[in-house]
C-alpha cells in the first residue's frame, strides 16, 4: 500500500530520527510489514501510531507534538518525497547556524499538461515554503503555540505567519521535496478542494487580511469606473 511504500524509503535516510509518529486520520487501520518493525527495532527507534479519525491537518500535528519526547520535531506528508539526505542536511543547517529551525521548501510536480495546468495556475513551478519538510526545535512550540485545530485548512499558514511575527529565527532550506499530490486529479476535484479548503480558512487572520486587500481594491475600481462613467458611456 502507499504508507508501506513510502516508509521503504525511510530506511535509507542519511540520518535517522529517534521516533517516528504517524498520524492516521482515515477510518482504515494502518498495517505496517513486519520487516519494517524489525527494521525500526534494530535501529532503536520508537514508533507511534494515532489514531485521530476525521481530525483536521491542525489537530493531527498537535496530537504528534504532544506525544513527542525528542528535542526535535520534524513534518513530513505522504504526498511529499524527501531526499535521503533530507533531515541530516536540515540538522547540520540548524546546528550551523545555531538557528531553532529550518522551513521545509516544496516543488510541485505533475505527468501530463492538465497537471502542470493545476500547479501553473494554484502553486507554481517553483520551490516553496511549506511546514512538510521543515525541522524545529520542540521549544519553538511553547513559545510560538500550538496549531489552530478546527479549520481544514490554512492552519499551516497562520501558525508560520505567527512564528515570522515573533522574530524566531528560522531559516530557509536547501533540501527541496516533490509534491506528488497532484497526479491523477482532475479540475473538479481541485476546484472542490480549493472552494472548501478557503472557506474554511476564512476566517483566520492572514485570510481576513487579503479580503481586506480585495475589498479595498475593488471599492477603488468601482469609484474610479463611477467619476469616469459618463465618458466612457459617451464613447
Do not use: C
Request: without cysteine; proline residues 3%; charged residues 25%.
Amino acid at each position: 500500500d502507499v504508507l508501506n511504500s513510502y516508509l521503504e524509503k525511510f530506511q535509507y535516510w542519511d540520518l535517522l530520527p529517534d521516533e517516528l509518529i504517524i498520524i492516521n486520520t482515515s477510518s482504515y487501520s494502518i498495517n505496517l510489514k513486519e520487516n519494517f518493525y524489525n527494521f525500526l527495532k534494530n535501529k532503536n527507534i520508537n514508533i507511534k501510531i494515532l489514531n485521530k479519525k476525521n481530525h483536521y491537518p491542525g489537530a493531527a500535528r498537535n496530537a504528534g507534538i504532544s506525544e513527542s519526547s525528542n528535542k526535535f520535531i520534524a513534518f513530513l506528508d505522504i504526498n511529499t518525497n524527501p531526499s535521503n539526505k533530507w533531515l541530516k542536511d536540515s540538522k547540520k543547517m540548524i546546528d550551523f547556524s545555531n538557528a531553532d529551525g529550518v522551513f521545509g521548501k516544496t516543488k510541485y510536480i505533475g505527468s501530463n499538461k492538465k497537471e502542470k495546468l493545476i500547479i501553473a495556475s494554484t502553486y507554481g513551478f517553483e520551490p516553496i515554503e511549506t511546514l512538510p519538510g521543515s525541522l524545529f526545535k520542540k521549544k519553538v512550540f511553547n513559545i510560538n503555540g500550538l496549531f489552530i485545530e478546527d479549520v481544514r485548512a490554512g492552519e499551516d499558514t497562520d501558525w508560520i505567519d505567527r512564528l515570522k511575527l515573533r522574530n524566531i529565527n528560522i531559516i530557509s532550506n536547501n533540501s527541496i521535496l516533490d509534491y506528488s499530490g497532484i497526479i491523477g486529479t482532475s479540475y473538479i476535484k481541485v476546484l472542490k478542494k480549493w472552494y472548501r479548503n478557503y472557506l474554511s480558512a476564512s476566517k483566520l487572520p492572514y485570510s481576513i487580511k487579503n479580503e481586506n486587500i480585495y475589498f479595498y481594491t475593488l471599492s477603488a475600481l468601482l469609484i474610479l469606473l463611477s467619476y469616469n462613467w459618463n465618458s466612457i458611456y459617451a464613447k
